[in-house]
């Protein structure tokens, strides 16, 4: 009789190491909550999920208690991020048979990108086996001009088929002159550098909207928010359905 390699869930039970980079150089376009949702599923997909926030000055993915994430000590006693210790890191995800999660922040997003390639840290850690993502959010509105040369400035120097773009609407459309994203020509001249696309489409801000925005700021994961006692069962049934549209998307991604 063949083994069951499953842990009950339909998920493999042998997780193969994995890094998922949360990066972009603007700040409050999302990273944190990519980082929070994406990091929540994998759990509940039963993969060994070890959290990173690596963001020296707002540490919003370590104020979340349920994912257990670990502040990364970057920045020396004059404020300056150090890049020599993000060789610690790498060690760790040499070392360790895990899923990791790393929310970089703004203020980190060019040291440690230039890190990256300058020492071919994607190439060693394949070459170790472990699979990369860099999860970039490209934000609507005012953000929109930000986030898009973010994304120009990964994909310059990205591998191939290694980019997981967050297309998140709650500023505004990600649109310009009528294109969507992949419409325009930034996507188009580096579509070989994307993998897949995640929507997070707009929302009613006084009910879908709120409701995330509670969420967000006592820094709930979905599961807490579904069964916590302090909210309505309306503001419940929205954020199950954000949650359920959202896991679907990822369901589909090689990562899932």
Do not use: C
């Given at each position: 009789m063949p083994k069951d390699?499953?842990?009950?869930?339909?998920?493999?039970?042998?997780?193969?190491p994995?890094?998922?980079?949360?990066?972009?150089?603007?700040?409050?376009v999302g990273k944190s909550v990519v980082a929070s949702w994406l990091a929540e599923f994998l759990m509940g997909r039963g993969q060994p999920v070890r959290c990173m926030?690596?963001?020296?000055?707002?540490?919003?993915?370590?104020?979340y208690q349920a994912l257990a994430a670990e502040k990364l000590d970057l920045v020396n006693q004059d404020g300056v991020v150090m890049r020599s210790r993000y060789d610690g890191l790498v060690e760790r995800f040499l070392r360790e048979e895990a899923?990791?999660?790393?929310?970089?922040?703004a203020t980190a997003f060019?040291?440690?990108w230039t890190y990256i390639v300058e020492s071919d840290i994607i190439t060693l850690l394949r070459e170790s086996g472990r699979r990369v993502y860099v999860h970039i959010p490209i934000s609507g509105?005012?953000?929109?001009?930000?986030?898009?040369?973010?994304f120009r400035t990964l994909a310059?120097?990205?591998?191939?088929?290694?980019?997981?773009?967050?297309?998140?609407?709650?500023?505004g459309p990600v649109a310009r002159d009528g294109k969507t994203f992949d419409q325009m020509q930034v996507y188009l001249d580096n579509r070989d550098k994307v993998l897949a696309s995640?929507?997070?489409?707009?929302?009613?801000?006084?009910?879908?909207?709120?409701n995330i925005r509670r969420m967000r700021e006592r820094k709930l994961t979905f599961g807490e928010a579904i069964t916590t006692s302090d909210l309505w069962l309306v503001e419940k049934s929205r954020l199950f359905r954000v949650r359920y549209e959202l896991f679907e998307q990822l369901k589909q991604t090689p990562f899932a």
């Open positions: 390699n499953t842990n009950g869930n339909g998920t493999s039970a042998a997780t193969q994995t890094i998922h980079l949360i990066l972009q150089g603007k700040g409050g926030d690596g963001d020296p000055v707002n540490r919003s993915l370590g104020q899923v990791f999660v790393v929310d970089s922040g060019l040291p440690f509105g005012e953000m929109l001009n930000d986030t898009l040369l973010g310059a120097t990205a591998a191939e088929k290694s980019l997981v773009v967050w297309i998140n609407e709650y500023f995640v929507g997070l489409p707009w929302r009613s801000p006084d009910t879908f909207g709120e």
